[in-house]
Nanobody
């Protein structure tokens, strides 16, 4: 069965860095767009970043541009989100997703058919 599993979350001080990973199994996700979303307490889930199936194009919401970098490795069937210069407002549960159709800096046209369980990121001030 197809699965996505996030890892790499944790507690970090403001200004620090974390690298989140998304491991896919059960099928290849090479032909699918992949992305990251986050949900903070009391807030709606929001788009963070996305990457097209071949890694050629990347998209980021304005609040993370210049700080976060999305990548993927289609040989290993994994995705990553490198997060630098973290801020307390980055605190949230982060989810990876796949099969998002077309994406832009404002989000994606499809919710995504595959989602991970989420990993907690907490940034202290």
């Amino acid at each position: 069965q197809a699965q996505l599993v996030e890892s790499g979350g944790g507690l970090v001080q403001a200004g620090g860095s974390l690298r989140l990973s998304c491991a896919a199994s059960g099928r290849t996700f090479r032909g699918y767009s992949m992305g990251w979303f986050r949900q903070a307490p009391g807030k709606e889930r929001e788009f963070v970043a996305a990457i097209v199936w071949n890694g050629r194009y990347k998209y980021y919401t304005d609040s993370v541009k210049g700080r976060f970098t999305i990548s993927r490795d289609n040989v290993k069937n994994t995705g990553s989100l490198q997060m630098n210069s973290l801020k307390p407002e980055d605190t949230a549960v982060y989810y990876c997703a796949a099969d998002l159709d077309t994406c832009s800096d404002y989000g994606c046209s499809k919710k995504g058919d595959y989602w991970g369980q989420g990993t907690q990121v907490t940034v202290s001030s």
